[in-house]
Nanobody
Framework: QVQLLESGGGLVQPGGSLRLSCAAS????????MGWDRQAPGKQRELVAT???????NYADSVKGRFTISRDNAKNTMYLQMNSLKPEDTAVYYC?????WGQGTQVTVSS
């Protein structure tokens, strides 16, 4: 059974940074593409970033140049480095692997 656990969310000021982590189990980590979604109140869930098993990355236009997705196969962990955060980035962020999602971690960007 795939299990995903997000962590690293919190409250930050605009322009600040956070690094989210996703610890995965129940999969052969190195063979799977992964990604991060987010959902803000009243809005549709949005795919933020993806990373393939080969390390190729892709980003939503809204976060390009500010967010970086990465993975550490030895630790079965995926990361989302978020810089230059904006209030519009406020959302619950979810790790996804093969149609599985964790419980999410709250990111709030506010003064």
């Amino acid at each position: 059974q795939v299990q995903l656990l997000e962590s690293g969310g919190g409250l930050v000021q605009p322009g600040g940074s956070l690094r989210l982590s996703c610890a995965a189990s129940g999969i052969i980590f190195s063979r799977n593409g992964m990604g991060w979604d987010r959902q803000a109140p009243g809005k549709q869930r949005e795919l933020v970033a993806t990373i393939t098993s080969g390390g190729m990355t892709n980003y939503a236009d809204s976060v390009k140049g500010r967010f970086t997705i990465s993975r550490d196969n030895a630790k079965n962990t995926m990361y989302l480095q978020m810089n230059s955060l904006k209030p519009e980035d406020t959302a619950v962020y979810y790790c996804n692997v093969r149609l599985n999602w964790g419980q999410g971690t709250q990111v709030t960007v506010s003064s």
